[in-house]
């Protein structure tokens, strides 16, 4: 038995997409269905053998197929896409499944996940926010700041909705976690002056490090700055000093003006000061009992051991999620390997292990960083816990609790799949690359993982010890190119050319005609192409607008698993006219 479900801004169009549903024959509507999620998956997607894993293959493309069916194809000037909430396109009863509002997931769990393959639906994610812009300089100006504070919980018009006041009032992280976004979304731009332009990213830049400069508290004696009263996204613990996350988030913040500022050629009176207040944020630190550095989640806190402003009872003293251990990724601040472990260790016992989904992940990103994957496998695979069949839906708690549809849950699990077992970063001027194994694979593919304008198809062989990557399409002038580890720097810039290169660390970044000399592809006996110097220059072919294949696999040659690993593709059937969801 199947269903129908039509989707509206409002209820004409419910109807009427719902009646052209039903008048078509259900192998034609099907078809297009299916037709539809290929195309998205054939040009943006993780692709995992699903005989070597089906598990894991069927959650990457559940997660795929929950994130993007509930982001509009484009925007409607005329209805306002507000931005994804926890639960999508769940519901619920009132006050349950967080009212389609959209809180900090979509902006530090949702949107990374789709940033590199589907960037059209991730600005969507940005201009929720830019929207409402002029709503977070009206909270901020509420609760007695200046500049832009975007609300804990954001709704239609932006301005704060929470009904619990303390996330409301003091979990401001948000503002930063925005402010990251933004970041990002200009770092993975070709064209970045004309997005900054068309979204007014510098006015929301230099909106947002004014909250911050008005927020903190700053001892010029001492040269240290504060924020105080705040709540970190652990929600166990409330109205604290120097939250770890929050400070760092905030510097994220007060640095970003500069950064947009210095692509636009514009300046600011303020940028020296937010620089200073910057460079002088504080970030609490302990040494353990064996000597090794760690820090803390905020002033006073000791693990462990239940603190004062513990939302929790007195005989708790855990951690709800990632809070602490985000600081390294995404946030990415500079630590030694050594203090990076010991935030893991000191974290991973105490955060509570029926908290919300998208935490083990991180903590997997971050043993992989390490070099430690039988640890991450441990706790990747925690991920499994809250993927609820038959439909491959996810909850917010293990075994089925809290918000369904759990979208957060699984943008944390897709992070951990590109950040954590690809090793991805993304920098100002670069993209790196550490490949690994996924769990009881040989291999695995980045299906066109966009970067700088170019659509390129990433695989990694473990068996065979090489990557393969191809630029499958480019939209940009820039000269791409990837360089590896060893010293060998290879030709993006031309489309359809297929590199295969020996299997290690590496990055994407711009070709430097003054000291790189590009590789040829010259294998080896052993299978590896460590090549040899080549006077190739950069490719003149234009760009390319190829489409999705056509002959039933994905671009590189692997077979689609569409209709076998989407089971609620053959139950539930949207009508495609109507695909772009708006929450309310």
């Known amino acids: ?84 909430s926890p639960g999508g396109l769940a ?51 509420k609760d007695g700041y200046q500049g832009a504070k975007f609300a804990w919980e954001s709704a239609f018009t932006g301005i704060e909705t929470s009904p619990w006041p303390p996330s409301g009032l003091y979990e401001i992280h948000i503002t930063g976690d925005v402010a990251l976004a933004v970041r990002q979304f200009l770092y993975v731009t070709d064209d970045k002056l004309r997005v900054i332009r068309e979204l007014k990213l510098d006015e929301m830049a230099i909106e947002i490090a004014t909250f911050w400069q008005s927020r903190a508290e700053c001892d010029d004696a001492a040269g240290v700055c504060g924020i105080f009263d705040v709540m970190g996204p652990d929600e166990y613990h409330s109205r604290i000093n120097n939250s770890v996350y929050t400070n760092y988030a905030a510097k994220l913040s007060l640095d970003l003006p500069a950064y947009v500022l210095n692509i636009t050629g514009d300046s600011h009176p303020d940028l020296s000061k937010w620089a200073q207040t910057s460079s002088r944020l504080t970030y609490p630190t302990a040494i353990r009992a064996d000597g090794k550095k760690f820090h803390l989640e905020f002033d006073g806190f000791t693990p462990g051991v239940w603190h004062p402003s513990s939302e929790t009872p ?75 069949q038959p439909f491959g839906v996810w909850s917010e708690v293990p075994n089925g609790g809290g918000a369904l549809n759990f979208l957060t849950g699984m ?66 002038t820039t000269h791409l190119v990837l360089a590896l580890e060893s010293g060998a720097v290879y030709d993006l810039s031309r489309v359809g050319h297929r590199h295969t290169v020996h299997l290690e660390k590496g990055v994407l970044r711009t070709y430097n005609p003054a000291t790189d000399v590009l590789t040829t592809d010259t294998p080896s006996t052993d299978g590896t192409t460590p090549g040899g110097p080549s006077t190739e220059g950069p490719s003149t072919k234009g760009p390319s607008t190829e489409g999705p294949s056509t002959d039933g696999t994905t671009p590189g040659g692997q077979p689609t698993q569409t209709a076998s690993l989407i089971a609620v593709s053959s139950v539930v059937i949207f009508c495609l006219s109507l695909m772009a969801v708006y929450l309310s």
């Open 1 to 84: 038995m199947s269903s129908i479900i039509s989707i509206g801004v409002d209820s004409k169009d419910a109807i009427m997409g719902l009646f052209t549903a039903v008048e078509m024959p259900y192998d034609a509507l099907l078809q297009l269905h299916s037709d539809k999620w290929e195309s998205y998956f054939n040009t943006g997607f993780i692709y995992v053998d699903p005989q070597q894993n089906f598990q894991l293959a069927q959650t990457i493309y559940g997660s795929f197929y929950y994130l993007l069916s509930s982001i509009p194809n484009k925007q409607d000037p005329k209805n306002r896409f507000i931005g994804l």
């Open 411 to 476: 943008g944390g699990y897709l992070q951990a799949i590109v950040n954590g077992y690809a090793g991805v970063r993304l920098m100002a001027d670069h993209v790196t690359l550490h490949p690994q194994a996924l769990p009881k694979t040989s291999s695995w593919k980045l299906v066109g993982y966009r970067h700088l304008g170019y659509r390129l198809d990433i695989a990694f062989d473990f068996a065979a010890n090489v990557t393969t990557i191809e630029t499958i399409a480019k939209l940009s």
């Open 91 to 141: 519901r619920g009863p009132s006050n349950t499944d967080y009212s389609g509002h959209v809180f900090w997931d979509q902006d530090t769990w949702m949107y990374p996940a789709i940033l590199n393959f589907h960037p059209e639906q991730a600005r969507l994610l940005i201009e929720s926010r830019t929207g409402t812009l002029a709503a977070a300089k009206a909270n901020a100006q």
């Open 314 to 388: 007195n005989d708790t003293a855990e951690v709800k999620q990632a809070d602490v251990i985000l600081l390294a990724y995404p946030f990415g601040m500079e630590m030694s390997a050594e203090m990076r472990q010991t935030d893991l260790e000191v974290y991973r016992p105490i955060t509570d292990p029926h908290g919300p989904a998208m935490t083990w992940g991180m903590f997997a990103l971050g043993y992989l960083e390490l070099g430690h994957p039988e640890n991450a496998t441990e706790l990747f695979d925690k991920n499994y816990e809250n993927v609820v």
